[in-house]
């Protein structure tokens, strides 16, 4: 992946960027959970374990035993060659003829509205929704999250509409059976008060 024209990411390094990402999030829910009443806090306990558990296994499955690598190794959105993306994407060929394989092969990753990689948008518009919800309560920021997620791997409308319905509908069901105060963020509490 070349970013401003001169840097070289491989997919390897941008993966383990990412998995370390999600652990640091998984770490920060963790300690996190602490400030939160006894019976609130058993939820965001086990998924944060269970985030740490498998992102410290995939962070290091390069040294697991070989029976249990398949199981860890992502097929499903880089191929399974390591491979560098060049630093030119107009590379040229040995006959000096603009590669077009090279620029076809570079697009297949991304299915999305815009040339970016796809583990790349999701990892970003995780933390959007994570700051969204922050900001106005993860109530009303998951079915905005969900119908932009839809959006972008273009989705046809009618399915972007069932599936915020749904969204809402289990933040909603947090919401309402474990009395988890997802309806409020930092800007809606100063608000509405």
């Not at 040995?94 to 796809?118: F, K, L, M, T, W």
């Not at 700051?131 to 791997?153: D, E, K, N, Q, R």
Request: with cysteine.
């Amino acid at each position: 992946m070349e970013l401003r024209g001169k840097v070289n990411v491989s997919k390897k390094r941008i993966d383990y960027a990412i998995n370390i990402l999600f652990l640091a999030v998984a770490i920060y829910a963790f300690v996190e959970s602490r400030s939160f009443s006894q019976s609130t806090q058993i939820w965001p306990r086990n998924v944060s374990i269970l985030m740490i558990l498998t992102g410290t296994l995939l962070l290091f499955r390069t040294y697991l035993p070989e029976t249990v690598r398949p199981i860890v190794e992502d097929m499903s959105f880089f191929s399974s060659e390591e491979e560098e993306v060049t630093e030119q994407v107009g590379s040229k060929d040995e006959a000096g003829v603009h590669s077009e394989d090279a620029e076809n092969e570079h697009d297949g990753q991304s299915v999305g509205r815009y040339p970016i990689d796809n583990s790349v948008f999701t990892a970003v518009s995780m933390l959007s929704y994570l700051v969204l919800g922050f900001t106005v309560g993860l109530l009303w920021a998951t079915p905005i999250f969900v119908a932009f997620y839809c959006w972008w791997f273009q989705k046809p409308w009618y399915l972007t509409l069932i599936l915020s319905i749904v969204g809402f509908g289990v933040a909603y069901g947090f919401w309402d059976l474990l009395y988890l105060p997802i309806d409020q963020g930092e800007l809606t509490e100063s608000v509405i008060g």
